[in-house]
């Protein structure tokens, strides 16, 4: 074989040899191609040896690799020849690096510059992404595209173009990371050895102050669900690289928690992971991605305050104290825990028998045109049912018997109207049957609300987490109620804040800060006490426990429907919503899931369920790309297990969200 090819006495070739011409990033935009003479059996490692040998640039050339502009796809597999990747002489080839620059605006929306791989499939990258920045569980996040700003077209050129600070973060590679990544407690984190490295960490891993009111009242914010469905359908594929889906060296890309399924948070080691997850919720808090009722609005603007009280205090500086003795307590309260034993008989019970619940509970079902009665009946709550009788005494057939399985469950709660209701929309052949239960005060309302969201899950009572779910409502309940300490409020009144930048835009428009200050000063009375990480970490958990939650929307039709609907996509469900009124139409499971498969021809999502329930539906405002991986990538979330090792299974993922494109 014969590279540079063989010539007659006249200079003409007489081989199988051709030109094959490609540009050279290193040698500049205006650089004329560098030309080759090469034949279809030269293998792609070849040509790569043959062109730097042409260049005569000392420099490491491994990461470069050679891009095909045509096919809109890398050459990575260096032992295919020419033939059989299909090169020929018309083939626009461009040798570049596979790690390049990229702005990343991270959840808190602060910018950072890093190296990210433009070569491997997203997901790749963005475990890639994650090492970096020292986030565990990367498989949580993905990568989207910014918002098209309508305000910034109606801007001449030149006009409001401020330029966003940018921490550059370059110098941090993947390798400089792993040797430190997830080892360090609470304070002690890579990035602060040195001084360039400290700036990044404080953006990564302390609160940052609130915007100002008028700042926020600027921002996007979705005004209908179908604005939300809009924004879900700027996700990027994490099948294919990002050269392949046409970003650019030092594009601006938006890194979040795509996937609401938080696995294993650590306060000790996930200080990074769980302050950016506190400022995504944060933002759709403000930003009204989220709704949230009045109460529950002051009760995340104290938790903010708190947090920027605490941030500023400098108290991430001292959380490496003392957690040596953390480590010490743990360990003993656990030996006193195998030590003291548990009677065998009780054991055996707690195995055997399922917990249930006997209460008085006032029942309503909402029917068109009715008057809201409530009717107080004897309830039973056992496994998974709802049994209702007149009362106490009575026994036989219940009046009302209610399966929750795989139920809708929402709070209804006005905590200062003493008002504790729990909605259930219960799965009925014609569509969702609406029933309310009004609960007599917050101890009644916790224990009934943690069994309906486990029975809606598929869990009893006897589940280890009922108790911790029982605790978790309590929690949020005491946040939410007003006890006002008039001294306590005074010295904090006396404090300049500016309460405006702690709510959102509605309530900005509906309060005044003296109207809204002693309302967030009184919620603020009852969680003061908080360290920064257990605030961050309450704020978290009441984000969990809003009704909207994970929600994922699109805007979808469903086969043999000519009206426009919405599909949420939630961690564990599906949920068909009437685009009209927002009413839940019907839930699906996914533990019901018998598979699911998309026909790439028409762009149609097709799922089959138990006792032979099929549904079909194109997506209208994503590709239904996005949908497939969405629920692909929930049921890979629900393998997880703490007894498997930190090594993701990157070819189960891709198998459950990448579809035929993938493979």
Not at 298 to 322: C, P, V, W
Not at 507 to 533: C, F, G, H, V
Request: proline residues 3%; glycine residues 6%.
């Amino acid at each position: 074989m014969a590279l540079g090819g063989i010539k007659t006495a006249s200079g003409d070739y007489v081989d199988a040899s051709w030109e094959l011409k490609i540009a050279v990033d290193e040698l500049g935009e205006d650089a004329d191609p560098v030309t080759l003479r090469v034949t279809g059996d030269v293998h792609i490692g070849g040509t790569i040896l043959q062109l730097v040998n042409k260049i005569n640039i000392q420099k490491n050339w491994s990461d470069h690799a050679l891009w095909w502009e045509q096919k809109n796809s890398w050459l990575l597999k260096t032992n295919w020849t020419l033939d059989k990747c299909g090169i020929q002489a018309d083939a626009k080839l461009r040798f570049t690096s596979q790690c390049k620059s990229i702005r990343l605006q991270v959840p808190n929306m602060k910018s950072v510059r890093l190296k990210a791989s433009f070569s491997s499939p997203l997901f790749r990258s963005v475990i890639g992404i994650c090492e970096v920045l020292d986030i565990r569980h990367p498989e949580e996040l993905s990568l989207l595209r910014p918002a098209d700003d309508p305000s910034q077209k109606k801007k001449k050129k030149g006009q409001g173009d401020e330029e966003e600070e940018v921490v550059d973060l370059e110098s941090f590679t993947t390798q400089t990371s792993k040797n430190h990544r997830f080892h360090h407690p609470n304070g002690a984190h890579y990035m602060r050895e040195t001084e360039e490295g400290e700036a990044g960490y404080r953006i990564l891993a302390v609160s940052q102050p609130n915007v100002a009111p008028g700042v926020l009242a600027k921002m996007q914010r979705p005004g209908s669900v179908t604005d939300k469905a809009q924004m879900h359908s700027r996700w990027l594929d994490s099948s294919r690289s990002l050269m392949s889906q046409g970003i650019k060296e030092n594009d601006r890309l938006l890194l979040r928690f795509k996937y609401f399924s938080f696995f294993d948070l650590d306060t000790k080691y996930d200080v990074v992971r769980i302050n950016q997850l506190y400022e995504q919720a944060r933002w759709a808090v403000l930003l009204e991605e989220i709704e949230c009722t009045e109460e529950e609005m002051m009760m995340f603007g104290a938790l903010q305050y708190h947090i920027n009280k605490r941030s500023q205090s400098g108290e991430i500086e001292d959380t490496q104290k003392g957690s040596e003795l953390d480590e010490v307590e743990a360990a003993l309260s656990t030996l006193e825990v195998k030590l003291e034993g548990s009677n065998p008989k009780d054991v055996l019970d707690s195995i055997t028998s399922i917990p249930e619940l006997r209460d008085n509970l006032k029942l309503f079902r909402p029917k068109k045109l009715t008057l809201k009665a409530y009717k107080q009946y004897w309830c039973i709550f056992k496994e998974m049912s709802i049994s209702c009788y007149k009362n106490q005494e009575t026994f036989g057939e219940p009046i009302h018997q209610m399966n929750l399985k795989g139920c809708e469950v929402a709070p209804d709660v006005n905590i200062s109207a003493q008002k504790f209701c729990i909605k259930l929309l219960i799965p009925a052949p014609e569509g969702m049957n609406e029933v309310v239960l009004r609960c007599e005060n917050e101890e009644q309302y916790a224990k009934w609300m943690a069994a309906c969201r486990l029975a809606a899950k598929s869990k009893t009572m006897a589940d280890s987490s009922y108790h911790s779910e029982v605790k978790n409502i309590g929690s949020f309940l005491t946040m939410q109620r007003t006890n006002s300490k008039p001294q306590a409020a005074a010295e904090a009144g006396g404090e300049d804040i500016n309460t405006k930048s702690l709510v959102s835009y509605r309530y900005q428009k509906k309060y005044k800060i003296k109207q809204l200050t002693p309302r967030i000063l009184e919620a603020y009375q009852n969680i003061d006490q908080l360290s920064l990480m257990e605030t961050k970490m309450k704020f978290i958990q009441a984000w969990q426990s809003l009704p909207e939650f994970g929600l994922a929307y699109f805007v979808v039709r469903f086969k043999g429907c000519k009206k426009e609907e919405v599909l949420g996509i939630a961690p564990n469900r599906l949920i068909r919503i009437d685009l009209s009124v927002g009413d839940v139409v019907k839930t699906w499971r996914f533990n019901n899931m018998r598979q699911w498969n998309v026909n790439w021809d028409i762009r149609q999502v097709a799922i089959e369920f138990d006792e032979n329930i099929n549904i079909a539906f194109s997506c209208l405002t994503a590709d239904c790309k996005i949908v497939h991986e969405y629920i692909g990538g929930y049921i890979f979330l629900s393998t997880r297990g703490k007894d498997q090792s930190d090594t993701l299974n990157e070819e189960l993922f891709h198998k459950l969200t990448g579809g035929h494109e993938a493979l």
